[in-house]
């Protein structure tokens, strides 16, 4: 069964098992401890340490492995933003961040700090210039991502690197998606990865933080991992981490090679064989294992579940699979089409059988969907004119909002306008790239007595 969601969990690598099997046996003592045991783990720690601080590009003694990587997402920004409370109690970060930096973004507006979120481009970058003009004489902290976890576009990480450095503001970088594929551009701060993100266990996190940036931990002060990441060390986790990071950079190269090649097939294939789709996110400066496709009409969380009986495990940002009913916050920022949304992420492996039988069930599978919804087949017909027109979707849920409007739009004249009242939070993404898929006009969202009014106005 193919799994192609290495961006959420990466397959544990064979020298990550290889190595996790032997630390069982070699590393269960204290390594805090002089006696023989707890000497042998010590050095398997700092033998894990330096290999990973090798990957990072780091000093062995900057970097603290932590229990997760939002651990060390969360530790690394409270620990800078305490650190440099005296400058001031803003912090930046770009509008798609993972969770974990936002969730602590929002608890330090909780606290009374506040916040500067940048906006990105239709692609999911940030513009550099905008990140540094967000950089003011009170900020404490910027934090940007190497890469998107949701669209894989890579940030540009040295050029807001550049400008932090002469705004004198630390940048926190979350490389959790990247450090698999090489390291990050100099410039940084602090950093923060994730070890089954990249073919390690669960449970590890690293965070990097650079000598001669003001940092102070929070919390109960503890005597491990120089004070930031409090309890007892899982030391065979983070030598199969170690050891796993320093095999997959070894293979980086011609696994990107290859693994770009078949996404590029992806991204060409998909919109050839499927009616309707936006693949999202940037076409070159991206990831290579990983591609973002939104299918218009169709429900994301079915046709996830037809994926996976098809053999096929992919992930999704649509509302339609989330508990909240709220599109990703990656793609709203975007402003792309969320319905319908699938994220394919390769794992080292994948073959060209994989993808081309992926390829081959997808049409039939996303065709099956649409039917079952009541979807247009192709462009609606255009029936005698009518007056402008108001499709009542409240309480119905994505895709249903843009499919009752694609139904009735040819029933109205050109120039005419259709308003679809809906309280579905996908509609003010999903409805403007209708029309923009559709070559209609999308004139804008009118207040209304429940959730809000959209209107479109037919072109052709």
Same mark, same amino acid.
């Given at each position: 069964m193919p799994y192609f969601d290495a961006a959420s969990a990466a397959p544990l690598h064979p020298v990550a098992r290889q190595a996790l099997l032997a630390a069982l046996d070699e590393g269960w003592a204290d390594p805090a401890r002089l006696h023989r045991e707890g000497r042998r783990a010590r050095l398997l720690l700092d033998a894990a340490r330096e290999a990973a601080a090798e990957g990072v590009g780091c000093r062995p003694d900057e970097l603290t492995f932590t229990s997760s990587g939002t651990q060390a997402v969360h530790s690394g920004i409270s620990g800078a933003l305490a650190g440099r409370r005296r400058v001031g109690r803003r912090l930046v970060v770009s509008a798609v961040e993972h969770s974990s930096v936002l969730h602590a973004a929002a608890d330090h507006e909780d606290r009374g700090g506040t916040v500067a979120r940048v906006p990105v481009e239709r692609t999911g970058a940030v513009d550099a210039q905008a990140f540094g003009r967000a950089l003011t004489e009170d900020t404490a902290l910027a934090c940007l991502q190497s890469a998107n976890h949701e669209v894989g576009t890579e940030q540009p990480v040295a050029e807001a690197?550049?400008?932090? &450095?002469?705004?004198?503001? *630390?940048?926190?970088?979350?490389?959790?998606?990247?450090?698999?594929?090489? @390291?990050?551009?100099?410039?940084?701060?602090?950093?923060?990865g994730s070890a089954h993100k990249w073919g390690g266990p669960a449970g590890v996190g690293l965070l990097a933080v650079r000598k001669g940036v003001r940092f102070a931990p929070q919390g109960p002060a503890d005597e491990r991992e120089s004070g930031r990441a409090p309890g007892f060390e899982n030391l065979p986790a983070i030598v199969a981490a170690a050891a796993s990071l320093r095999a997959v950079r070894a293979e980086a190269d011609a696994e990107a090679v290859r693994l770009r090649a078949l996404v590029d097939r992806? &991204?060409?294939?998909? *919109?050839?064989?499927? @009616?309707?789709?936006?693949?999202?996110?940037? @076409?070159? &400066?991206?990831? @290579?294992?990983?591609?973002?496709f939104s299918c218009l009409y169709v429900d994301g969380e079915t046709l996830l579940g037809e994926l996976d009986r098809a053999g096929f495990s992919v992930s999704s940002g649509s509302s339609c699979t989330s508990s909240t009913l709220t599109p990703s916050h990656v793609l709203k920022a975007m402003g792309v089409l969320s319905e319908g949304n699938v994220r394919v992420s390769l794992p080292r492996g994948t073959t060209e059988e994989d993808v081309d039988r992926f390829l081959e069930v997808l049409p039939g599978l996303v065709a099956g969907v649409r039917e079952k919804l009541g979807a247009p087949a192709a462009a609606a017909p255009s029936p005698a004119p009518d007056d402008s027109l108001v499709v009542d979707a409240l309480g119905k849920r994505c895709p249903i909002p843009v499919i009752e409007l694609a139904k009735v739009i040819g029933g109205v004249p050109v120039g005419a306008t259709v308003t679809v009242l809906s309280d579905d939070e996908a509609a003010r993404l999903d409805i403007p790239a209708w029309c923009a898929m559709r070559e209609q006009e999308y004139v804008g969202e009118e207040p209304a007595d429940r959730g809000a009014a959209y209107v479109v106005r037919r072109l052709s």
């Open positions: 690197a550049g400008l932090c &450095r002469a705004a004198g503001v *630390p940048l926190l970088v979350d490389a959790a998606q990247s450090l698999a594929w090489g @390291p990050v551009p100099e410039g940084w701060s602090l950093l923060a992806i &991204r060409a294939r998909v *919109p050839a064989l499927v @009616p309707d789709v936006e693949v999202v996110g940037d @076409p070159v &400066r991206r990831l @290579p294992h990983l591609v973002t």
